[in-house]
Structure formats: C-alpha cells, structure tokens
C-alpha cells in the first residue's frame, strides 16, 4: 500500500501495535511474520488453505485491504474461527475514472495515434486527410456502454459518468436492477449491443472465465474491452485470438491473469491491448482512503463490530 512512503500511517499506528511489511512472497514469510499478531492485514497477497491452517492461536481476523477477497480461502479462515473483513468502496472513484479514461481515449484514438508516432510514423499529422479517417475517431453521445456486473459501487458510478456524457448505459446484472437512466440487459444482448464493454463483478467460481470466445464472437468488431476488475474473469487466450483477429477493436486490461502476465505472453505484442500494472487502486489519495478503512476495520475489530465482516468464523 505504502510503495512510495507518501502514505499517512499516523491513524493505524494509533489504533494498533503495527509491523509492516514489504511483499511476502513465501507462506513460510507469511508464517514468521503472523507470529504473536492478532490482526493480519494483506493487500492482493493469496492466503491459501494450507498456510491458514498452520496461522498461530492468536491471530483472529485478517483483513483485505482492498474490495475482493477470492484470494484467501474462506473455509480455512472459518474454520480457524478467524473473521475476514474487506475494505469496500475506498476505490470507486478511481477506477470509475479509469474506465472512462479508456472509453474516452478509445473514441479519440489516441493510443493508436501514440503507437504510431512511437514507431516514426507521423503521417496523420503530416496528410491527416488520408490517416485519421484509418483510426477509430467518434462522439461517444449516442454509443452504447455495457457493464458487466455493474450494479455495484463502482459499475454504478461508471454508468453516472457514462450517462454525464450522452451515452447509453445497458447493465447485465443478476438481481435486476440497475442504476438511475441505466438498462438491465442479457449478458448476450448487452454484447451485442455495446460499443465498450466493462468488466465489474467479482471473481467467484459462477465468473471465472465468463467472457470466453462465445462472448467476444457476439461483440461489435468496432467494440472495446474494458477490464478492471479480475483478469480470470476473461478466458485470456480467448481473448488474445480475438484481437488477433479483430473480432474486436481493442482491450484496455488493469487486471490480468496472472499478475503480471507471463513474460512470453502474446498480450505484451498486441498493438490492440492497453496493459496497465493494476494502478486503478494505487492513486496517493485512494490508498489513504484504503487506509483509512483499514484503521476502521481494526477498531471493529476490538470494539467486536460486524464492520465489513464478509466471511464471520
């Protein structure tokens, strides 16, 4: 959380007894640094089944300083009688303001405009008659946004910034409902219909994997691919094909499974794929929003609130 130490740390240092960390890459880190704590805190680290059962008597609650947590299992943590407790809603801001970014950019071309300009290629500047007609360039009043799984905070505030610029907003959502001047749709019908699709549910077992080759094939070829969410929530090598292939237009990706991708991934080499490093979170002033939350769990915890409890022992 705290990778540039610009981050406050006053208010959790007041609340609790704390020892940070750097990246604990081993369980068997994890283990030597859990010892005697009474309240674990990770941020998108997994904590297995098998490193949870050895996890000593006195640690009795683990926090997730983040939104999801289908990185710790849940059973282990339960039948360990230890409470799992989230920090919601600390970034939906930013990364309803990414999503946008990507959707405003797309319709620009902009990222087409800077790789070519990367590769020495100024023509669009110099008969930009003859090149920016090649390049995606449109209004975005009228264009059709889907959210996938957006009926939550952060899909419901995209949907607000979408509507703010005139486009239609189609939500794919399990209870449905859906925002204010949004419009529940399919899954299937909100594909075929969006000009930019973007990923919010969680990754569970129901979503792993839900935007496969089926998905992309019912997309507009001329359709964007917004990701930041969770990276399995996409088949990836589905997704590679189609952007080889321009089965779609593009794919802005801030999650990626895994994270990083591999190094010989085909996503690095794709002039379609925008890679970002998971930063939807890390703005300064999201993260000391995240802390404070973090602050807020842990007085819960003493104070034996329900606060954020996802997974009670």
Not at 52 to 63: D, E, N, Q, W, Y
Request: proline residues 5%; hydrophobic residues 45%; negative net charge.
């Amino acid at each position: 959380m705290d990778f540039d130490g610009r981050l406050d740390l006053s208010a959790l240092r007041a609340a609790a007894d704390v020892e940070a960390f750097d990246a604990s890459p081993s369980d068997a880190l994890i283990l030597e640094r859990v010892a005697g704590a009474e309240v674990v805190i990770t941020k998108e680290m997994v904590l297995g089944g098998d490193v949870v059962a050895r996890f000593p008597a006195s640690v009795r609650c683990v926090i997730e300083a983040g939104t999801g947590y289908n990185n710790h299992d849940r059973g282990a943590l339960a039948a360990r009688g230890i409470v799992l407790r989230t920090c919601p809603a600390y970034s939906i801001e930013a990364v309803a303001t990414l999503v946008m970014t990507h959707v405003l950019a797309f319709s620009a071309s902009i990222y087409e405009q800077r790789r070519r300009l990367q590769a020495g290629d100024r023509r669009h500047f110099e008969d930009m008659d003859a090149n920016i007609g090649t390049m995606p360039h449109f209004e975005l009043a009228g264009k059709t946004l889907g959210l996938v799984g957006g009926n939550g905070a952060i899909g419901t505030r995209v949907g607000q910034l979408a509507l703010a610029f005139g486009m239609r907003v189609l939500v794919s959502t399990r209870s449905g409902r859906c925002p204010a001047g949004c419009e529940v749709a399919s899954l299937p019908a909100l594909l075929e219909a969006s000009d930019f699709v973007s990923v919010h549910c969680p990754l569970s077992d129901d979503t792993r994997g839900l935007l496969g080759a089926e998905a992309f094939a019912r997309m507009k070829p001329s359709a964007y691919l917004i990701n930041t969410a969770r990276g399995a929530v996409l088949d990836e090598a589905a997704l590679v094909a189609a952007l080889r292939d321009g089965a779609i237009a593009g794919a802005a990706l801030d999650v990626q499974d895994p994270e990083p991708p591999a190094r010989d991934s085909p996503l690095w080499d794709l002039d379609n794929a925008i890679l970002t490093p998971h930063v939807g979170w890390r703005r300064l002033e999201t993260r000391q929003r995240l802390l404070a939350s973090v602050v807020a769990d842990v007085e819960a915890h003493v104070a034996g609130s329900d606060l954020n409890v996802v997974a009670p022992p």
